[in-house]
């Protein structure tokens, strides 16, 4: 049973890897309704969204490719809650989908990372414009959160830190969007890290990561066998205070989800990170 504050979602990447989860979480969801699952992916087109994500029973909405249709299709449903987009997609792929849900009145709530700051920045501008609700969330796990919270606390004390991120060897960006997103919290803070101790030359091209933000350098490692892995390893004389989080199942994103979708339509522009809407 539908009603006025049912969401209609729709699930943007939904033959992937977390797209899949979304629509299992999506579906287990009281308050809402899968109206539509995309995906690019061609030996997907037209399977059932619930049964490619191993459900017991089809949904019986099926993989199409058909953004702008789909986006329509929920701006037209007035007998439930403002429609919200999932993207899971793909880091050359994500801001064209933004923009089109934007454009149709469609909330965004991405997950997908490797957007530059010029895209973060007009995305920001587009949403305020269309006073629509966007949030951008490079990680939904609440471990990550707390990992971010106590880096930000130990940050006030020592003046060194790396930050190694591992992931599996299908991941299409690097730095991760967690990584990036965790130098620019500590960068806030408006000191320099790791101010060089003496003359370094690298001679292998990159053996000491890229150069984020504040001097703060990032690994990244990518591997069969990972899945999303971080590191935050602070120095000082005579000690090493590490921050780990590991993921072991990407069901660990799903109440980061779930909220956001939630929260979404109570904003009435773009949001960036988690921590904003806990
Ligand atoms: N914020 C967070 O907490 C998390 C973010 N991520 C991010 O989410 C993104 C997706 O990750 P993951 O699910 O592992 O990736 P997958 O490659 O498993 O899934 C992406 C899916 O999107 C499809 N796709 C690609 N381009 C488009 C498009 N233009 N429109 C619709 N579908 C498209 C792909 O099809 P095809 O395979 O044919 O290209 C694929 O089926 C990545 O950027 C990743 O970093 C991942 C985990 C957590
Ligand atoms: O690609 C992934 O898997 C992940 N991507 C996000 C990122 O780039 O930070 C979030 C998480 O690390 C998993």
């Not at 799903?254 to 990170?273: D, T």
């Amino acid at each position: 049973m539908t009603n006025q504050s049912t969401i209609p979602v729709i699930v943007n990447g939904a033959a992937g890897k977390m797209g899949r989860e979304v629509i299992k979480a999506v579906a287990q969801a009281p308050d809402m309704i899968l109206m539509g699952a995309l995906d690019t992916s061609p030996e997907h087109q037209d399977k059932d969204a619930g049964e490619l994500a191993g459900l017991s029973e089809p949904l019986e909405v099926p993989i199409t490719n058909q953004l702008e249709p789909m986006l329509g299709y929920v701006a037209g449903e007035r007998q439930m809650a403002p429609g919200v987009m999932v993207d899971f997609t793909h880091p050359d792929a994500v801001y064209d989908n933004v923009r089109s849900a934007i454009a149709y009145g469609i909330r965004p709530v991405v997950g997908t990372t490797g957007l530059s700051p010029e895209q973060i920045q007009n995305l920001t501008d587009f949403a305020e414009k269309a006073s629509t609700g966007c949030l951008l969330i490079p990680n939904f796990s609440i471990g990550m959160v707390l990992l971010q919270q106590a880096a930000v606390t130990a940050s006030q004390y020592f003046d060194h830190v790396e930050i190694i991120e591992l992931h599996h060897n299908q991941k299409a960006d690097a730095p991760s969007g967690t990584a990036i997103q965790t130098a620019q919290l500590l960068a806030e803070l408006g000191k320099t890290f790791n101010i060089p101790q003496v003359e370094e030359t690298e001679k292998i091209l990159g053996a000491r990561g890229s150069l984020a933000e504040e001097g703060i350098r990032i690994h990244s490692v990518r591997l069969p066998g990972l899945i999303a892995h971080q590191e935050v390893i602070f120095g000082a004389a005579g000690q090493i205070y590490t921050l780990r989080h590991d993921t072991s199942d990407r069901s660990c994103y799903m109440p980061g989800v779930l909220l956001a979708i939630r929260k979404v339509n109570q904003l009435k522009s773009l949001v960036y990170g988690l921590e904003k809407i806990l």
